[in-house]
Structure formats: structure tokens, C-alpha cells
């Protein structure tokens, strides 16, 4: 059934017409509509052989262009700081990537032109990786971006891209790749919708780093035509076409009072009644890190994700330089609390200088601490280079392991982390984790929910899928009454349980999290000051209360109105 509707009420600011997607940044947003141009119109002849004589010469063309491609990722990676250059590291990484390299190769030698090669090689790849789903799929778009971007090359056209507005403008497309969503300006894209991805995609997570209103697995967005004057409403996963001016005008000048007053938040993190909760950042190097902790913020790090390092390398970063990336981090946050996750490697972040088990569904495979089974000594170094970096510095670093789906694996891993004199702790994706949350946390110091990965685990859903976006809400009762449990485990044994998923940017959701038990909540910085600001609007008991009525909930639309009626 479409989700198209007509209506005028307040709600919806007279719009005539509303689509509904699954909210991801809230915020509201009013403007012309854009969209990408699409692929480009190449002229590539499927029938075009070349001679013999002269495919030499094209691997060359082909290689060269490929190279191009790749080092332009690298370089804007380079360029960026915090997901972004997380992303586009991912995405060199990807274009530099053997498989489809050398599928395109053999193409060639046979005698397909470049360009005809590059496309069937991907397009080959891309299927292959839908038909794996999980998180491989959600790499198609990036390598789609990759085609477009070396047939471009090899064609001599511009590289592909979203317009650049000459005036504030909602951008509307079926998907972004991270080369796009990384180089947004906010002050020219001031809101994204999309027809595919879900919270956790892309997309989503540099929305959040932005600061801009985003709505994603919108199933009819192709009705909102570009040249639209339109509305998104990044809270309640609304955007329409045509409101009245009058009134979106006033409601989006009420809504940046409100950011404005977020804008101005300084902490600490704590509800009205006085309940400290620490308001922590999500950082990548040293440069996101230093960036975070300019804003004045955010009370430390909860999630220092150290993939930067190792991605787009064909050897493994020397403890010396990971010591150094390490340092920098803790230096920027001198005495406050800093998380440092161990390698998120596998599936989507495969390693150039790993040898990959070939996996049937590798978003359940080898990756993250699973990386032990066959490359132990990367954990070892990465430990050696945290415990050299915390020494001579005010605090100690707490450390945790991803993908823990055990008692044993837990106990393990805290074992090597106390021997070098650090904090233990893991994340929580797993389900697993989540039912033994008492035995885990009795191993180790602290734990951190991962809501992103636990909500696709727990659903049995493909986190960018579309049309599953409703499955892979974070607000999904079964995902909370699993945070509710470790919530509970952590208070029995007086230890802190954070969140370091998306969840932690969304006000309302965060408040739910506190009254599951959450003592600590970790995000992109940009998202802090209005979950600060929420918090010390409502009290304790409130928190409480409306997490109790999500659990209750029957579904993720009933969550949300439940806990508005009680957070307000």
C-alpha cells in the first residue's frame, strides 16, 4: 500500500501532498528540492572488440583510470576527519579492491574495451553482493559510484556527482555514496531524504555529523519531484511538497530557536533532577577527536573507532604509528574518560594485508575480534600500541572488543587488557551478549551496546534494506528490552553501559536509554547538544516511565508516540 497522502493539517503544514520514511536526524527543514543527475549517459559500445595488438595499451588506460579513481577517494579521506574519512577510506579501499579488478583484467585481455569492462566487472560484483546481503550489501551503491566514477574517467567526461546549489536546497535521491554525502556543505544542503538505506546507512551517519535533517527508506520519495518546494521533517520521518508558506516558515523559524538554544548547551549530561548521564563522542583520529573536544561538548570519547589506521593499506600500521594515532586521542581529551574500540575489520572493511576467509554471509563471519582465528598477533600489536600510548597520560583507556558473542571470549579479552594495565570492556552487537549480559559484565569493567549491529542481529534484517527499515529501527521493542536487560545487569553490578550506536543521537531515543539503565551515551559531536539538552528537560522518573511504555510497545511508530506522551 503507498504511503502517499493528502493533507492539510497542522501536523503537516498544509502540504498537499506527504511521504513517510523512518526518521534518522531530527530537525526541520524547508526549501527547493534537488536530486543527482543519476548515472551518467556513457557511450559504450557492448559489441566493440579490441585488437590484439592493442590490449596492452588498454589494461594501461584501464589501470591508470582505476588508479585515478581510488587516490581521489584516498586523498578526500586524507582531506576529511571523524565518519567521513572512515567512509572514504572504506571506498578507496573498495576501488582498489582485486576482485573486481581482476574480473575487469581478464575482460580485457580478451578483448572488451576498458570501459565495457569496468561496467560488467562491478555490475558483476554488485550482484554478487546483494544475493550475500548484510552488510556486503550495503556496499553496491559504493561500487556502483566507483563504475560510474573510472568509465568517467576512461571516457574523459567530469566526474559524476550531486549539484551544487546556488541556495539552501533539500537533496532527494535514491541513495548517496559516500563521496557525495561526505562533501556536503550543510549551509547548501540543508536536508536529505532518501528512497533507500536505513538509519544506520551512509547516508545517515554523516546526516548526523552534519547536524542536517535526514529521513531514509522513503518507498514513494520519487513523488517529490525536483524544483519542489518541500518540507523535511527529520523527527517524525515526514517530508511534503507545497505547504503553506506562512506556516512552514514560522515552524522552521520556531525549530532554529530551538537548535540555536541546543546549540548553545556546555553540559554536564544530567536530567532534570539532577541523574548524571555522560555525553561522549564517537571520533576516528586524532583530528575528529580534537574537533569534538573544541566544541566544549562532549565529557570524552565513547567510541574511538581505530579502522582509519588500517584501512586502504596494503601492510599492517606499525605499533609505533598506531601508538602515535592512539596518543593523539587520549591527548585531546587530557584526563577525560576515552573508549578505544580494537579493530573492526572483515566483511564490509576487509584488510588489504589479511587473507579473508571466502564467506557465504560474511556479516556473521570472520570479522571484528573474530580476526584472532587466523591473525592474532594484529590484536596483540594493537594492545602493545594502546598500553604505550596510555603511558604518562592522567587517565587510563578503557578498551573493548567488538563482536563478542561469549562468557569465554569476554574473559579472554579482559585478561590481555588488564595485563597491559587498561580498562576491559566489550561491545555489545550480539544478541548473545545482550541475554548474558550478568555473566559477560562480570568479566570485564563496563560494556557498550552497539544498537546498530544488535538491532540488525536481533531482527534478522538486512540494516540497508528498504524495505526492512522498519526492522532495523533502533526503536524496535525486542532491541529495547534486550538494552533493558543490559541496562539492568550493568546497575546489579555497578557498572557503566554505554551506547555508542546511532541511537545515542537521537533526544528522544537517548532519554529511553537512560531509563533502560544506559549511564553513558556516545555519538557524532554534532548530535550532542540537543540529546544534552533533552535530557535536562525531563527527570529521571520520566525516563523510567517512558522506557517502560516503549518496551510495552507493540511496535516502533507505538514506541515513539509512547515516549512522547511521556518526554514531551
Not at 24 to 30: I, N, R, T
Not at 69 to 92: Q, W, Y
Not at 491 to 507: H, I, L, N, R
Not at 545 to 566: G, M, Y
Request: hydrophobic content about 45%; some cysteine; proline content about 6%.
Amino acid at each position: 500500500m503507498r504511503k502517499v497522502e493528502s493533507m492539510g493539517s497542522a501536523e503537516n503544514f498544509g502540504a498537499s501532498r506527504v511521504v513517510h520514511g523512518t526518521p534518522v536526524v531530527q530537525g526541520l527543514a524547508y526549501g527547493p528540492v534537488i536530486r543527482p543527475a543519476g548515472m551518467p549517459e556513457f557511450d559504450i559500445d557492448a559489441a566493440a572488440t579490441v585488437a590484439p595488438d592493442d590490449r596492452e595499451a588498454e589494461q594501461e588506460k584501464f589501470s591508470a583510470a582505476a588508479t585515478t579513481v581510488a587516490d581521489r577517494f584516498s586523498a578526500r579521506a586524507s582531506a576529511s576527519t571523524g565518519s567521513s574519512a572512515e567512509v572514504l577510506a572504506a571506498t578507496a579501499s573498495l576501488a582498489k579492491d582485486r576482485a573486481w579488478l581482476g574480473t575487469a583484467g581478464k575482460l580485457i585481455a580478451d578483448g572488451t574495451p576498458a570501459a565495457a569492462a569496468t561496467v560488467e566487472a562491478i555490475d558483476q560484483i554488485a550482484a554478487m553482493f546483494t544475493k550475500l546481503g548484510g552488510l556486503m550489501a550495503e556496499r553496491v551503491t559504493d561500487l556502483k559510484d566507483i563504475r560510474d566514477r573510472v568509465v568517467a574517467e576512461l571516457l574523459g567526461m567530469p566526474e559524476p556527482g550531486i549539484p551544487n546549489p546556488d541556495e539552501p536546497s533539500i537533496l532527494c535521491a535514491d541513495d548517496l555514496a559516500p563521496a557525495d554525502t561526505a562533501g556536503l556543505d550543510p549551509a547548501r544542503v540543508i536536508a536529505l531524504a532518501t528512497r533507500l538505506g536505513g538509519p544506520s546507512s551512509h547516508t545517515a551517519i554523516i546526516a548526523r555529523q552534519l547536524g542536517i535533517p535526514c529521513v531514509v527508506a522513503i518507498a514513494d520519495l520519487n513523488d517529490i519531484p525536483a524544483g519542489a518546494t518541500a518540507f523535511v521533517d527529520g523527527e517524525r520521518g515526514v517530508v511534503g511538497i507545497d505547504p503553506d508558506p506562512k506556516t512552514i516558515t514560522s515552524a522552521v523559524a520556531e525549530a532554529g530557536r530551538v537548535a540555536e538554544a541546543a546549540a548553545s548547551w556546555r553540559g554536564p549530561g544530567q536530567t532534570a533532577d539532577g541523574h548524571r548521564v555522560l555525553i561522549l563522542a564517537n571520533v576516528a583520529d586524532g583530528p575528529s577527536a580534537r574537533a569534538a573536544a573544541e566544541r566544549g561538548v562532549c565529557e570524552g570519547v565513547g567510541l574511538f573507532r581505530t579502522e582509519l589506521a588500517f584501512l586502504d593499506r596494503s601492510d599492517e600500521p606499525s605499533v609505533a604509528e598506531q601508538t602515535d594515532l592512539y596518543r593523539s586521542v587520549i591527548d585531546a581529551f587530557d584526563g577525560d574518560k576515552v573508549v578505544i574500540r580494537t579493530l573492526d575489520a572483515g566483511s564490509d572493511k576487509p584488510l588489504k594485508f589479511v587473507t579473508h576467509p571466502d564467506e557465504a554471509n560474511p556479516a556473521m563471519g570472520v570479522r571484528g575480534n573474530r580476526i584472532i582465528l587466523s591473525n592474532p598477533e594484529i590484536r596483540e600489536h594493537q594492545l602493545d600500541a594502546i598500553a604505550a600510548a596510555a603511558k604518562g597520560t592522567s587517565a587510563v583507556p578503557w578498551v573493548m572488543a567488538p563482536m563478542i558473542a561469549t562468557v569465554g571470549e569476554a574473559r579472554e579479552f579482559a585478561a590481555l587488557v588488564r595485563a597491559r594495565g587498561l580498562v576491559p570492556g566489550v561491545m555489545v552487537e550480539v544478541p548473545s551478549a545482550a541475554v548474558q549480559a550478568d555473566q559477560i559484565l562480570a568479566e570485564v569493567d563496563f560494556v557498550s551496546i552497539g544498537t546498530n549491529d544488535l538491532t540488525q542481529y536481533t531482527m534478522a534484517a538486512d540494516r540497508m534494506s528498504p524495505e526492512l527499515a522498519s526492522l532495523t529501527d533502533p526503536w524496535q521493542p525486542a532491541v529495547l528490552a534486550l538494552i533493558e536487560r543490559v541496562g539492568a545487569a550493568g546497575a546489579a553490578q555497578s557498572k557503566q553501559v554505554g551506547v555508542c550506536g546511532e541511537a545515542a543521537a537521537d533526544p528522544l531515543l537517548a532519554c529511553v536509554l537512560v531509563g533502560l539503565g544506559v549511564t553513558s551515551l556516545s555519538s557524532a559531536p554534532a548530535a550532542a547538544p540537543a540529546v544534552g539538552v533533552k535530557l535536562g528537560g525531563v527527570t529521571l522518573d520520566q525516563c523510567v516511565t517512558a522506557a517502560k511504555a516503549a518496551v510495552a510497545a507493540d511496535s516502533t511508530s507505538a514506541a515513539r508516540d509512547a515516549a512522547r506522551t511521556v518526554l514531551g
